[in-house]
């Protein structure tokens, strides 16, 4: 059982789409991260969420946590956004260790 | 800043040996965590160090372990390796082990092959 889903697990847009991943967790958390990793492996935190809505850019992250569930949208989407997209929670049922989503490969076409 | 350093990046071994990865957190970070990635598992957390103690420990074996310096840099140590254990391995630095500084700064990783 893994305790962070995300979905969907592939994701092709055109360029200038609105984009969607969603992130449902089953354990109790003390914060949400969204992780970027780009090919050949460089992973960058895009946003850490404890509770309602956080605005970086293009990017939007939002949080429900009586649903247990995130998501992080991408306005206007771009070649450059083209990434793996990754949810992971830090859970305090567990000694606050982190668990991760197996990520949403995303690919930007011009 | 210097961002988060690790080396080497880049290590070839055989089944039975043991390595020693090392991390350099960002100035003034004083926590460490490091993950395991593989095409199979996806990213796994192994342990997280803060002011050179233990605070978190994922599900890994006992041939996993790591430690922290005085300096925060840490090293985390695999012996007695076995196939399974070629992965990308990650460590990251935050401020604080948790809480609203908990922002993880990833390095670049240590590509591990165990032949």
């Known amino acids: 059982k893994n305790e962070v889903e995300q979905s969907p697990q592939n994701l092709t847009a055109q360029e200038g789409e609105f984009i969607t991943i969603n992130c449902s967790y089953s354990?109790?958390?003390?914060?949400l991260h969204w992780l970027q990793q780009h090919p050949g492996g460089g992973i960058v935190s895009l946003f850490m969420l404890s509770s309602g809505k956080k605005k970086h850019g293009r990017l939007i992250a939002t949080i429900n946590i009586q649903e247990k569930h995130s998501s992080l949208h991408i306005t206007a989407s771009h070649p450059r956004d083209s990434a793996v997209y990754i949810c992971a929670v830090r859970s305090w049922w567990t000694g606050n260790q982190f668990y991760f989503g197996t990520g949403t490969s995303l690919t930007v076409i011009p | 800043k210097a961002g988060v350093t690790q080396t080497p990046r880049y290590l070839i071994k055989t089944r039975g040996q043991q390595v020693t990865l090392s991390c350099s957190p960002i100035?003034?970070?004083?926590?460490v965590s490091w993950y395991q990635q593989t095409p199979g598992q996806g990213l796994q957390f192994l342990f997280e160090?803060?002011?050179?103690?233990?605070?978190n420990k994922g599900n890994f074996p006992g041939r996993f372990s790591g430690r922290q310096f005085s300096n925060s840099r840490s090293e985390m140590n695999v012996s007695t390796l076995e196939l399974g254990d070629s992965a990308l391995y990650l460590c990251?630095?935050?401020?604080?082990?948790?809480?609203?500084?908990?922002?993880?700064?990833f390095g670049p990783g240590t590509r591990l092959t165990v032949l």
């Open positions: 100035s003034g970070h004083r926590s």
């Open positions: 160090y803060f002011s050179e103690t233990q605070r």
């Open positions: 354990v109790g958390i003390s914060a």
């Open positions: 990251a630095s935050s401020l604080s082990a948790g809480g609203p500084s908990d922002t993880q700064y």
